[in-house]
């Protein structure tokens, strides 16, 4: 049997899914890979079911946005974790900020759930197919997703603040 | 030996088998010396008042020893964390369904101001919602921060006069919050 | 909710159900979601959480501070262990920054982490016991936790949120004092503990109460994203300090315990056991601590201490430089994970080259195992899942981000 490691792993997936891979990387030793976002579900089946690899463990799930990447500005990131072999991958997939869509993991992963709700929450990024993608953890009044770049941090309906002091 | 101390009778006319004072400063004394507060723990802040609450500080000694969970049998709102914009409504109802007379710390510098979240999801003081009567710097305030805060509750307590909830004053302050 | 999803009942149609409130404000919930219940007299036919009510934006705000700003933030996560998350948000930076700390720095970090376990473990434990009406523990085990905020305030100067550390070190070398504290701890905890655990451990009324409440499969729970106690408690032996040692765990010497049917018992025992394993780690730390410099050579990132940067001006340098945030930052993207007292807390960091991070994503281990609760919950009774969610020991601070 093959040394399980990142080589194998890359190797794995570039027999399966050669067009889809978009990159791959290794940055402080943990495969990166971007991969087409039409793809995930078949991916993360593939990681799950094969019979060496195992990763059957979704670490994390998060969102990220940048503004001045035409066409990408939008992106959520998987963290896998293969419990039996200690191996670790990244997915990261884009998707232009007029449709930020991607199909929901939920389906493999019962953690998936929640921290897609975050997501959407934060980003705005719909996870079609997801069986309750409401916000979680803002008000649901909220009209806007905060975590966008575009968008203040500040409570803009503080009146205690004179900013003469603060430079701003 | 005990060492357990009476607290000084208020200011009054003694005579053989008699003692007369106002009511207003018996009343008084018994309040202050009998709060029952209503922990309204949100984060860090919450865990410090458990510490205040357990064996080492033992809040109890100030007799609040009966934590009250319910609103309706509590005389103290002591709130202690961030509260949320999502928390915020749910703070004033809180308070709404306390009894008068009633009183509110803010304990911790995120429910007195916001604290070290100024974000768009952190209401900036409890003080935008519901009145407050002390406030205890700190984040988190130490236990000994906390009873010093409860103390000056207990001050506030024993001083306050019978007629100050139905002033006009005090009217126009639960007005303001929007509080018939 | 739909009719067919309520398979409890055989005849759904003349059932009536009821809807109970639990929370925000609840005293049982131990923090601040909102759990609504749909019962059938007193079995739990569906659970829906709402979370949120402490949220507190840590992710946007941790893109506009510096790194070193970043670490107070850390503390209020999960707050009843916050040198877990502090020391953990420090690696990371460090990995970013490729700077290897010291085996002194590490040690002392693995003593500061082991103490904060314990805590975090006890908060837990003895609030199970509270919740099934077994007051005294919790009054003996917070002794012991003044023992430890004594510990940390000696080390930093906080209790609670304890900001310990600096990005490349410790601001200090331990003092005297502190070992004396630590020393101490370690003769005064097995008593007291011993104590705590004749009361609950072999309890007739506790183990009825806790043996089968709550329980999860292994498989489930890893599906659900279990990592820490919880998961351990069904029998998986993950745990973070094992799998990818991080600050020289790999040169303790510890048992990781684990249960077997992942039921409320089981992740206090856990628990209890996982202390007493913290217990020796401590221990092996002091024996071996190693000599040398409580920090790495790294002046570009670690804030030089206070009487130097008056005295000496290439501190006073330096210090400016950090402040200011003049430092060299790569770009990059890194996840690192350490063991929190909830399990696997992850900080994953894309780095832009400035100085504040482009984005940071907490890994938090309660919001994602949280989500399990409906399904282990059902079918019981709702005081068995006030029990059940106390040994899940969420946090909300850690919940709500
Ligand atoms: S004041 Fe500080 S310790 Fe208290 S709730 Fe706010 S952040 Fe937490």
Redesign the pocket.
Known sequence: MADINNGYLLQQLQEKFEADIISADEPYGMLTIVFDKNKIIDLLSFLYNHTELKMQFLTDLCGIQYPDNEGKEFGVIYHLHSLQNNLRLRIKCFMPKDAPQISTVTGLFASANWQERETYDFYGIIFTGHPDLRRILNVDEMDYFPMRKEYPLEDQTRTDKDDTYFGR | MSNIQISPPPAGIEGQGFFATKIEEAIGLARANSIWPLPFA???????FMATMASNYDLARFGSERISFSPRQADLLMV???ISKKMGPVLRQVYLQMAEPRWVIA??????SG???DTYSVLQGIDKVIPVDVYVP????RPEQIIEGVMKIQELVKTESLRRRTSPEYKALMASYGIE | MQQNELDIANNTETKEYTTLNLGPTHPATHGIFQNVLTMDGEIIVNSEQTLGY?H?AFEKIAEHRPYYQITPLT??LN?CSSPINNMGWHMTVEKLLGIETPKRVDYFRVIIMELARISDHLVCNSVIGVDIGALTGFTYVFQLRERIYDIFESICGAR??TNIGRIGGLERDFSKDTFKLIKEFLVEFPKIFGEFTSLLERNRIFIDRTVGTGPISAERALNYGFTGPNLRATGVDYDVRVMNPYCSYQDFDFTIPIGKQGDTFDRFMVRQQEMLESMKIIKQALENLPEGKHFANVPEFFLPPKQEVYNNMEALIWHFKIVMGEADVPKGEVYHSVEGGNGELGFYLVSDGSRSAYRLHFRRPCFIYYQAFPEMVKGSTISDAIVAMSSMNVIA?ELDA
């Open positions: 949100t984060s860090c802040c919450g865990i410090e202690t964390g961030t304990v911790g510098a995120c429910a007195s604290g070290i979240f700190g984040c988190p305030p | 402490i507190r503390d209020r707050y609670l949120t601070g």
